[in-house]
């Protein structure tokens, strides 16, 4: 998800974890790997935590107080906005029937207490990067085109691209998220932000802009529109 200033270069992770000493150690080790770290004691506070602010990855704790991670694994997979959220679920519990159960409620992975800080860690940076939250070294690139985060520039072809700060912010999550189709409402959380009150209409314009400056003469429409669905980085073809 963007920051402020539209970086995406440190995911965010929240951890959802009651034991102190294990969540200290996780930030620990997360931030030492280049990751912003939130923390969640409990899984009301999870729900809240994400609700306000869309994390790019949880490390869900199996056994909390008041709400199980299952149930808030359950609830973030009923609402269209956190459906794909990657999530990780950390639990003591290690029968194999625990795992299934797990998976089958929504989790994208399991892993078991105690385990090995670096195989949790690969597990995290496989997610991310089927989810597209990790870009490489500041650089985006989807086929003809490139952005630099660090720089702020854009590229398609090696033709300077010329955005709006919208627009770059919309490329940017597009670019994150390819061929993934996205609602108005969506992008307008993602983009935007929740506590910025704008019409669904308005990403429309934007759109449009953004069209403009990527689509030369010449080039292949790259921002699909979806009868009654959204838009998409992505082709007809």
């Known amino acids: 998800m963007p920051d402020a200033t539209g970086n995406l270069a440190r995911p965010i992770i929240l951890v959802v974890e009651d034991e102190a000493p294990l969540l200290t150690l996780l930030r620990y080790n997360l931030e030492k790997q280049g990751f912003r770290v939130e923390e ?6 999870a729900l809240l935590r994400v609700a306000e602010s869309r994390p790019d990855l949880i490390l869900l704790d199996w056994m909390l107080p008041a709400l199980s991670g299952l149930e808030v694994c359950r609830q973030i997979r009923r609402k ?26 929504g989790a994208d992975d399991y892993i078991a207490k105690p385990f090995a ?28 085109i490139t952005m630099d985060q660090d720089a702020h520039r854009v590229t398609r072809n090696g033709r300077a691209l010329h955005l709006g700060p919208t627009e770059y912010r919309l490329l940017e999550f597009f670019l994150q998220h390819p061929g993934r189709v996205f609602t108005r409402e969506q992008l307008l959380d993602a983009v935007w932000g929740r506590d910025i009150h704008v019409e669904p209409r308005t990403v429309d314009v934007h ?6 400056a990527v689509n030369g003469e010449g080039e292949e429409d790259v921002i699909r529109t979806v009868r009654s669905a959204g838009y998409s980085l992505d082709t007809e073809g």
């Open 40 to 45: 969640a004691a409990d899984g009301q506070e």
């Open 80 to 105: 269209p906005a956190t459906r794909d959220l990657p999530i990780i679920m950390v639990t003591a519990r290690t029968e194999d029937q625990d795992a299934v159960r797990a998976l089958d409620t």
């Open 117 to 144: 800080m670096e195989a949790l860690l690969a597990r995290i940076r496989a997610l991310l990067r089927r989810s597209g939250s990790v870009p490489v070294k500041g650089r985006i690139a989807w086929r003809d």
């Open 207 to 212: 759109i449009r802009r953004l069209r403009k």
